[in-house]
């Protein structure tokens, strides 16, 4: 049987792991639990895949999760919650904010997620104490589990995804405006490398005309 029916009684947890939140940000915890996305997944189907961006959270609802660790494998059960100190991002990560192993299904499963720029967008309505209080657990956390380096903290800011979008397109606006530029000079290259030739090719001839009239008056 499923230890949480519904993302309204996990949320509690999240608070629990995600730093300690009390019961002044229970609003917050329950704007998160309306963005939990439930997922299914069969015994053998791969939920987090070794290299992806660390940009969702887990709830092990129902059925078991295998961790793909390189020193064995490590059983996750219904209740646990996985990613949820990795949704916040810092400069000086060791493995670029990435997951380390493959996480599988080892049964029939149950699993509630949510995405970091969900998390991001419900935080951003709130006081700016509760971001800086959740991004000083996540980086003491991160820290004890060896995930960052000793370089200075510097948090990866979050963008939405229309954000992304907005800063994709004036990069590809960019670009093309280079692309024209390169192949503008291209063709000027083109243009005189193909002069040059030309006038290569008629001093050749030249020569080789001189050449003939030289036999011709011997």
């Known amino acids: 049987m499923c230890r949480y029916s519904s993302p309204s009684l996990a949320v509690i947890q999240i608070g629990i792991v995600v730093g300690g939140v009390g019961v002044s940000e229970r609003s917050f915890l329950n704007d998160i639990s309306e963005l939990l996305e439930p997922h299914y997944f069969c015994p053998g189907d791969v939920v987090i895949e070794k290299g992806q961006f660390c940009s969702s959270m887990f709830i092990i609802v129902c059925g078991q999760m295998v961790e793909m660790a390189d020193d064995g494998e490590v059983d996750h059960y219904e209740g646990e919650i996985l990613g949820d100190v990795n949704l916040i991002w810092f400069n000086n990560h060791l493995n670029n904010n990435r997951h380390q192993h493959n996480f599988v299904s080892s049964a029939?499963?149950?699993?509630?997620?949510?995405?970091?720029?969900?998390?991001?967008?419900?935080?951003?309505?709130?006081?700016?104490?509760?971001?800086?209080?959740?991004?000083?657990?996540?980086?003491?956390?991160?820290?004890?589990?060896?995930?960052?380096?000793?370089?200075?903290?510097?948090?990866?800011?979050?963008?939405?995804?229309?954000?992304?979008?907005?800063?994709?397109?004036?990069?590809?606006?960019?670009?093309?405006?280079?692309?024209?530029?390169?192949?503008?000079?291209?063709?000027?290259?083109?243009?005189?490398?193909?002069?040059?030739?030309?006038?290569?090719?008629?001093?050749?001839?030249?020569?080789?005309?001189?050449?003939k009239k030289m036999r011709r008056r011997f």
């Open 108 to 211: 029939f499963s149950q699993i509630h997620m949510l995405s970091r720029d969900d998390f991001f967008k419900v935080l951003s309505s709130y006081d700016p104490k509760l971001k800086r209080r959740l991004c000083d657990v996540a980086f003491y956390l991160q820290k004890q589990r060896g995930e960052l380096d000793d370089n200075k903290r510097s948090l990866v800011e979050n963008e939405d995804m229309e954000t992304n979008l907005k800063r994709l397109a004036i990069d590809t606006l960019e670009l093309h405006d280079k692309m024209g530029e390169v192949e503008e000079e291209f063709w000027k290259f083109q243009r005189k490398a193909k002069k040059k030739l030309f006038k290569s090719e008629m001093t050749a001839i030249d020569l080789l005309n001189s050449r």
